[in-house]
């Protein structure tokens, strides 16, 4: 079945550098798109960006001069990082599979806090 | 960039009523939205997309509607597992969620 997992540090010090993975089950990122979402506690839900099923990528215009979305395809991951993080940037961090449009599928979400 | 209008932020209703949530974006959208349910402490799970369609196990006493730049989101008979937040999202030209509703049961 379809899943998505969000692994990544806890805590994060402030002007440093957040890495992420999502990790995909039951479906090639080759033939869907995977986005990342944020959302500050108990808030509205922020998209950051997306890496496209040949490759490609785009980016919320928030966050196109520090964030940066990969992946490694062998191993079914996607890899989210942003650099310069503040106070503000914590949050719980989602992936999600897009399909035509809608997230249909999500992963459990990784809480992230910025902090010293 | 299209923004997204949801009203209103909270909502307490009764078992059994029926509720409305309401989401205006700020262009056409053309019926390129969603709807999506937050139970606290989850992730967010899709309910409605293009306006009107329900997704794959949502109960029938969800429904939406709307065209242009005009949606809503309602809930007939509403029961207790319904105790969420809700958020709209636009998929006409990148994704932009809208702020959400809090519901609870009065």
């Known amino acids: 079945q379809v899943q998505l997992k969000e692994s990544g540090p806890g805590l994060v010090q402030p002007s440093q550098t957040l890495s992420l993975t999502c990790t995909v089950s039951g479906f090639s990122l080759t033939s869907y798109s995977v986005h990342w979402v944020r959302q500050h506690s108990g808030k509205s839900l922020e998209w950051m960006g997306r890496?496209?099923?040949?490759?490609?990528?785009s980016y919320n215009s928030a966050f196109t001069s520090r964030l940066s979305i990969s992946r490694d395809t062998s191993k079914s991951q996607v890899f989210l990082k942003m650099n310069s993080l503040q106070t503000e940037d914590t949050g719980t961090y989602y992936c999600a599979r897009l399909y035509g449009g809608i997230m249909d599928y999500w992963g459990q979400g990784v809480m992230v806090t910025v902090s010293s | 960039d299209i923004q997204m209008t949801q009203s209103p932020a909270s909502l307490s209703a009764s078992l059994g009523e029926t509720v409305t949530i309401e989401c205006r974006a700020s262009?056409?959208?053309?019926?390129?939205l969603a709807w999506y349910q937050q139970k606290p402490g989850n992730s967010p799970q899709l309910l409605i997309y293009d306006a009107n369609s329900l997704a794959d196990g949502v109960p029938s006493r969800f429904s939406g509607s709307g065209s242009g730049t005009q949606y809503s989101l309602k809930i007939n008979s509403l029961q207790s597992e319904d105790v969420a937040s809700y958020f709209c999202?636009?998929?006409?030209?990148?994704?932009?969620f809208g702020s959400g509703t809090k519901l609870e049961i009065k």
């Open positions: 262009e056409d959208i053309y019926s390129n």
């Open positions: 999202q636009q998929y006409n030209n990148y994704l932009t």
């Open positions: 890496m496209w099923s040949d490759g490609d990528t």
